[in-house]
């Protein structure tokens, strides 16, 4: 079991100073924040966007499926307007193994086990994100950039 101890949340307001949250570019923000996001691998499930983008059309089920590298998964994101909802599930490539895919949704409780993963992020109905990993080092960096503090749990 990994259950992250570490999570922020973030709004529009503290990304970009929009009203709006959960747009794509916000969300390539948050991936290009992480600490080495070139060495990582995402994953997706429960997407939901207020677009007709063919490429997140696979994605919309709870179970995650592979998105490819983060330059893949910025280039996609960065067609979105806005998600609705969505898991994006991070490993980076030296931990990558057999992972074991189970159902993921964007409602689940909070820290909640996120297995062979590094970094969880999800989109919540257009008002915030919340970004979760069992290591507070890799939110740093997301926490200087965009002014937020890590929450600890159990708090």
């Given at each position: 079991m990994t259950q992250p101890r570490y999570s922020i949340n973030l709004t529009g307001t503290e990304i970009n100073n929009s009203v709006v949250s959960c747009t794509g570019e916000q969300l390539a923000l948050i991936v290009k924040n992480i600490i080495s996001y070139?060495?990582?691998r995402w994953y997706a499930s429960d997407v939901s966007i207020n677009s007709s983008e063919r490429f997140w059309a696979?994605?919309?089920?709870?179970?995650?499926?592979?998105?490819?590298?983060s330059s893949t998964l910025i280039c996609e994101i960065n067609q979105v307007e806005q998600?609705?909802?969505g898991v994006f599930l991070a490993v980076f490539l030296k931990n990558e193994k057999d992972i074991i895919l189970e159902s993921i949704e964007t409602e689940d409780e909070k820290y909640r086990d996120i297995g062979e993963f590094d970094i969880e992020i999800r989109a919540f109905d257009t008002t915030y994100f919340e970004i979760y990993?069992?290591?507070p080092n890799l939110l740093a960096p997301?926490?200087?950039?965009?002014?937020?503090?890590?929450?600890?749990y159990p708090e």
């Open positions: 070139k060495e990582l696979d994605f919309s089920i709870a179970k995650p499926s592979f998105v490819g590298d998600f609705f909802s990993s069992i290591e997301i926490c200087e950039k965009f002014g937020v503090p890590v929450r600890t």
